[in-house]
């Protein structure tokens, strides 16, 4: 099910997407609003390319700094997801997009 964006008086507006990311990067280590908030943007799947964007770059950048945490890897593939998917005009990840990430992902662990 896929949210539409409503304009003024929508849903989602990026004020609201920019405070979801700033949260999710705030508490990114606390599980449960990591989880939740990250669950309620893949629901959403309408989220812009330079928010997803910016959230996906920020959890490289923490990959980069916390190579060997399987969650914020786990995050950052999350994230990857979002972001290529904002890409598309259809919001499905291809296999492409797919190996696009886990060559980000590789770079920044080497």
């Known amino acids: 099910m896929n949210l539409e964006l409503k304009g003024r008086n929508g849903f989602f507006n990026n004020l609201t997407y920019q405070t979801l990311v700033n949260c999710f990067l705030k508490d990114i280590d606390n599980e449960v609003v990591r989880e939740k908030i990250l669950s309620l943007m893949i629901f959403i799947n309408k989220i812009p390319e330079n928010h ?5 770059f920020h ?6 700094k916390k190579q ?14 979002l972001y290529y ?6 919001r499905i990840v291809t296999i492409y997009d797919e190996q696009a990430i886990q060559n980000d992902i590789m770079s920044r662990l080497s």
Not at 59 to 64: N, P, Q, S, V
């Open 52 to 56: 997803s964007e910016y959230l996906y």
């Open 59 to 64: 959890c490289l950048d923490l990959l980069e």
């Open 68 to 81: 060997d945490d399987t969650k914020i890897k786990k995050i950052t593939l999350l994230a990857g997801r």
């Open 85 to 90: 998917s904002s890409l598309r005009p259809d």
